[in-house]
Nanobody
Framework: QVQLVESGGGLVQAGGSLRLSCEASGRTVRNQAMAWFRQPPGKEREFVATGTLYAEAVKGRFTISRDNAKNTLYLQMNSLKPEDTAMYYC?????????????????WGQGTQVTVSS
């Protein structure tokens, strides 16, 4: 089993930055695919980033990275826009295969809220 805990969300003005963290525990996720998804208010969950893949809406502004020694996944978010407002979720797969599909991930965190004001 893998437990994921996100942190780093908050309220920020448009143009600002935030760095989300996702700490994994229970077992190492060193060789497993991990990703960030988000769910805007009133909308369905959507893919944000994994490995070298990014959603078009965040390309050039968000950067995903991981520190395997700390079993932690990060999402650096720059030039934030009001449309980035969402609950952000960390996900881990039981496999090494990256995917943009939420159903491919076996473990999920509880989410961290990001709100961008205009």
């Amino acid at each position: 089993q893998v437990q994921l805990v996100e942190s780093g969300g908050g309220l920020v003005q448009a143009g600002g930055s935030l760095r989300l963290s996702c700490e994994a525990s229970g077992r190492t996720v060193r060789n497993q695919a991990m990703a960030w998804f988000r769910q805007p208010p009133g909308k369905e969950r959507e893919f944000v980033a994994t490995g070298t893949l990014y959603a078009e809406a965040v390309k050039g502004r968000f950067t995903i990275s991981r520190d395997n020694a700390k079993n932690t996944l990060y999402l650096q978010m720059n030039s934030l826009k009001p449309e980035d407002t969402a609950m952000y979720y960390c996900a881990a797969s039981a496999s090494q295969i990256m995917s943009v599909t939420a159903g491919r991930y076996n473990y999920w965190g509880q989410g961290t809220q990001v709100t961008v004001s205009s």
